[in-house]
């Protein structure tokens, strides 16, 4: 077999990133990943896409710990538990992934950060895998369904970006980022689904107020 | 854990009924049912990342065939003969927990994941059809597809291994998200419960989900020989799968439904009077 393929950048920005610097899309998922983090109290939240070839993963966003050095990173399918997860669709919680001797382990020593449990959820359109929601060492129980909403609310954001003449990538977007008024409808897609979620406890439901307050900010007054 | 499996919850102490077996004149017992418990002639396939023979917790794997997705070909699908690696762990998970169980079946890998993630349901239709092809006894199914599109095709083959006594173990997916071929009435579909001990199992006689399993913190085999502390419903159907396949290997003439009937009567939740007719 291949030995483990370290990951590397895309083309460096100044901050040593390929990172869609201004992107609306990119820093609203920042944003979440911000707040799933806190409702979490996690170490770490981060969203990757599959890349257009179907051959990588690219983070497009994380918040928390390595953060900085985790968007623009790339990585083969064909590691670690965020590509089994990309590749096969199943959810996975793996309370301790020192085992995993591979690629994962190379990929976080570089971000700075080990984590000792991740949970990562595949995000979906159409019915298609297009990336994962990646979970690192949450201290809060999330009650049933929540992280399902989660990563269905972030697979939601990114069609609506790709409905416009750009989509979300991990290189600089090329073509026109999603529009104010495609945010504003999938955020009232989003709202009208609140109530359907108040059963599920005060902490989704909290995160997905949250969620709402982070859409409504980046929009503005509307 | 965070989120737990989709489905894990019906097997819940306080939600699981007792189930009444059918109360034949000679109850069902382990030592009839599994006999030595060894498993010995029967051919089980992990339809899944690949196996790891290296793995300690596998010991060695009898048969291999990769299916690769290949536009040019006429069913887009090729089939590679020879040995493979595991290309996440998740596979050697699976076949170790079954080698455990049932420490003699003939083990072999399906590997239905690949570079590329596209085709990915006629790929793991291929599996199937590889293990329909194969004489394969019991398949296990840490994955499921979900698009309704894909319903038809892989109803019919799990149709096909019915009545081919080809037992499909099939995991349910871990979000609540469409799920096939688990939620065909012909497999075993599983889920994860909060047991811990290998030998216990529920039936669930409402549905979807039939079987739970261990898959909450469990230590599975992962890859590079180590092992990790996961949770899934993917670790509680090779569980299952263990089982059946002791069964098969005690019975071997038993249908997929006689199978059922013998694992349901030796459920943890199973009662020889009261409960709810199963």
Same mark, same amino acid.
């Given at each position: 077999m291949?030995?483990p393929?370290?990951?590397?950048?895309t083309?460096a920005?100044?901050?040593?990133?390929?990172?869609?610097?201004?992107?609306?899309?990119?820093?609203?998922?920042?944003?979440?990943?911000?707040?799933?983090?806190?409702?979490?109290?996690?170490?770490?939240?981060?969203?990757?896409?599959?890349?257009d070839?179907?051959?990588?993963?690219?983070?497009?966003?994380?918040?928390?710990?390595?953060?900085d050095?985790?968007?623009?990173?790339?990585?083969?399918?064909?590691?670690?538990?965020?590509?089994?997860?990309a590749?096969?669709?199943q959810?996975?919680?793996?309370h301790?992934?020192?085992?995993?001797?591979?690629?994962?382990?190379a990929?976080?020593?570089?971000?700075?950060?080990?984590?000792?449990?991740?949970?990562?959820?595949?995000?979906?359109?159409?019915?298609?895998?297009i990336?994962v929601?990646?979970?690192?060492?949450?201290?809060?129980?999330a009650?049933?369904?929540?992280?399902?909403?989660?990563?269905?609310?972030?697979s939601?954001f990114?069609?609506?970006s790709?409905?416009?003449?750009?989509?979300?990538?991990s290189?600089a977007t090329?073509?026109?980022?999603p529009?104010?008024a495609?945010?504003?409808?999938?955020?009232r897609?989003?709202?009208?689904?609140?109530?359907a979620?108040?059963?599920?406890?005060?902490v989704?439901?909290g995160?997905?107020?949250?969620i709402?307050?982070?859409?409504?900010?980046?929009?503005?007054a509307? | 854990?965070?989120?737990?499996?989709?489905?894990?919850?019906?097997?819940?102490?306080?939600?699981?009924?007792h189930?009444?077996?059918?109360?034949?004149?000679?109850?069902v017992t382990?030592?009839?049912?599994f006999g030595?418990?060894?498993?010995?002639?029967?051919?089980?396939a992990?339809?899944?990342?690949g196996v790891?023979?290296?793995h300690?917790?596998?010991?060695?794997?009898?048969?291999?065939?990769?299916?690769?997705?290949?536009?040019?070909?006429?069913?887009?699908?090729?089939?590679?003969?020879?040995?493979?690696?595991?290309?996440?762990?998740?596979?050697?998970?699976?076949?170790?927990?079954?080698?455990?169980?049932?420490?003699?079946v003939?083990?072999?890998?399906v590997r239905?994941?690949?570079?590329? !993630?596209?085709?990915? #349901? =006629?790929v793991? +239709?291929? &599996?199937?059809?590889? $293990?329909l092809?194969?004489?394969?006894?019991?398949?296990?199914?840490?994955?499921?597809?979900?698009?309704?599109?894909d319903?038809a095709r892989?109803?019919?083959?799990?149709?096909?291994?019915?009545?081919q006594d080809?037992?499909?173990?099939?995991?349910?997916?871990?979000?609540?998200?469409?799920?096939y071929?688990?939620?065909?009435?012909?497999?075993?579909?599983?889920a994860?419960?909060?047991?811990?001990?290998?030998?216990?199992?529920?039936?669930?006689?409402?549905?979807?989900?039939?079987?739970?399993?261990?898959? !909450?913190?469990?230590? #599975? =085999?992962?890859s +590079?020989? &180590?092992?990790?502390? $996961?949770?899934?419903n993917?670790?509680?159907?090779?569980?299952?799968?263990?089982?059946?396949?002791r069964?098969v290997?005690?019975h071997p003439?038993?249908?997929?439904f006689?199978?059922?009937?013998?694992?349901?009567?030796?459920?943890?939740?199973?009662?020889s009077?009261g409960g709810?007719?199963?």
């Open positions: 291949d030995e393929q370290d990951a590397r950048p083309s920005t100044s901050s040593g990133h390929a990172r869609a610097e201004g992107s609306p899309l990119a820093d609203l998922l920042e944003d979440l990943m911000r707040t799933a983090r806190a409702l979490l109290g996690a170490a770490a939240c981060s969203v990757a896409m599959i890349s070839d179907r051959r990588e993963l690219a983070y497009v966003a994380a918040a928390g710990e390595g953060a050095a985790v968007v623009g990173m790339r990585i083969p399918v064909t590691r670690g538990i965020a590509g089994f997860v590749a096969s669709g959810s996975i919680t793996v301790d992934v020192g085992a995993d001797q591979r690629f994962e382990r990929t976080a020593e570089r971000t700075g950060y080990v984590p000792s449990a991740m949970t990562v959820v595949p995000l979906r359109s159409g019915g298609d895998v990336g929601l990646s979970i690192l060492d949450a201290t809060v129980d009650p049933e369904g929540a992280l399902g909403e989660l990563a269905a609310t972030v939601r990114v069609d609506a790709s409905q416009s003449d750009g989509g979300l990538t290189e090329a073509g026109a980022p529009t104010r495609q945010l504003s409808r999938a955020s897609e989003l709202s009208e689904q609140v109530s979620c108040r059963d599920l406890g005060e989704a439901s995160m997905v107020a949250a709402l307050h982070t859409v409504a900010e980046q929009l503005g509307d | 854990m965070m989120d737990r499996p989709a489905y894990s919850e019906q097997f819940a102490d306080d939600r699981l009924p189930v009444r077996p059918i109360g034949a004149p000679c109850p382990r030592d009839w049912a030595t418990g060894s498993g010995a002639g029967v051919k089980v992990v339809i899944d990342s790891d023979a290296d300690p917790d596998v010991g060695h794997v009898d048969g291999y065939v990769a299916l690769e997705y290949a536009p040019d070909e006429p069913d887009g699908v090729v089939a590679v003969e020879g040995r493979h690696d595991d290309l996440y762990g998740h596979g050697t998970a699976c076949a170790a927990i079954i080698r455990m169980l049932a420490p003699e003939e083990l072999y890998s239905v994941l690949g570079e590329r !993630l596209t085709g990915k #349901v =006629a793991f +239709a291929a &599996g199937l059809e590889w $293990a092809a194969n004489g394969v006894h019991v398949a296990n199914l840490s994955l499921s597809a979900h698009r309704e599109q319903v892989l109803h019919a083959l799990a149709e096909r291994a019915y009545f080809l037992m499909m173990v099939s995991a349910v997916n871990n979000q609540r998200v469409p799920s071929p688990s939620q065909f009435s012909s497999v075993f579909s599983v994860a419960h909060e047991g811990r001990d290998p030998e216990s199992w529920d039936y669930n006689p409402a549905g979807p989900v039939e079987w739970g399993a261990p898959g !909450l913190d469990v230590e #599975v =085999a992962w +590079a020989g &180590g092992r990790i502390v $996961a949770s899934g993917s670790f509680a159907a090779p569980h299952i799968a263990g089982q059946v396949a069964v290997a005690a003439h038993l249908s997929v006689q199978v059922k009937t013998v694992l349901q009567a030796l459920a943890r939740n199973a009662c009077t709810v007719d199963a």
